[in-house]
């Protein structure tokens, strides 16, 4: 069926410097996509998601971009800590579906 | 968001034999769902939870494996039944906000089969 890729599986990262996760989906009939944190021994955390009629959301810290020309997405963490460690998930909302489907996670790693 | 509790945080079993577990949230949601994590990897939807009916499985999941139960808006059960170590995984309850569409997950069960 339809999946969502991520790029990197390890993104390793200086203490203070901006990350960047980024995530491939291949149907076009998404139309809802969430970012995911998920530490050790957690459950998936909600960081935050956009809806397909817009291609920039802002949180504290994160952004999320949406490129739906080329299918992709991107995470940036503005300004990485020690706490950003963690592996991040991607997952699409398959339009008429309410189950999400998950990328295959990219695991940040902030070096001090 | 909610608060969403599941019960038993771990357990380890034998093989053969079924585990129930329990997925609690602290106010009324309209979707509730169950994920399987393997080991080291992503999260696979096994079934939408629905309320008043039968739930709604995914390709390569069936209920007599999986059975699901959900008797009302804030509680739901997944039995993993006749255990094999290929079972042996993190179980996830996930609910969507009435009317917002975000998904919020549970701690998870880390079950080990023996």
């Known amino acids: 069926g339809e999946s969502v890729g991520l790029h990197l599986p390890t993104l390793s990262v200086q203490e203070g410097d901006n990350s960047i996760i980024n995530c491939a989906y291949s149907?076009?009939?998404?139309?809802?996509f969430i970012w995911y944190k998920q530490e050790s021994g957690k459950g998936p955390q909600f960081i935050i998601d956009i809806r397909s009629n817009m291609d920039k959301r802002q949180g504290q810290r994160v952004t999320v971009l949406l490129n739906k020309t080329v299918k992709h997405l991107s995470l940036q963490i503005a300004a990485t800590q020690p706490g950003d460690s963690a592996v991040y998930f991607c997952?699409?909302?398959?339009?008429?579906?309410?189950?999400?489907?998950f990328g295959k996670g990219t695991h940040l790693i902030i070096q001090p | 968001s909610a608060v969403i509790s599941q019960k038993p945080s771990r357990d380890i079993c034998q093989r053969g034999t079924s585990l129930t577990i329990q997925c609690q949230v602290d106010?009324?949601?309209?979707?509730m769902f169950w994920y399987r994590q393997q080991p080291g990897q992503s999260l696979t939807l096994i079934a939408t939870a629905n309320q008043g009916s039968e739930a709604t499985y995914e390709s390569g999941f069936v209920i007599d494996k999986f059975p699901i139960s959900r008797p009302n808006l804030t509680f739901s059960t997944l039995t993993v039944s006749n255990m094999s170590p290929e079972d042996s995984s993190i179980y996830l309850c996930?609910?969507?906000?009435?009317?917002?569409?975000?998904?919020?997950f549970g701690p998870g069960t880390r079950l080990t089969v023996t």
């Open positions: 996930s609910v969507e906000m009435t009317g917002g569409g975000e998904q919020y």
């Open positions: 997952a699409e909302n398959v339009g008429g579906a309410d189950g999400l489907t």
């Open positions: 149907n076009s009939a998404s139309d809802y």
């Open positions: 106010s009324q949601v309209t979707m």
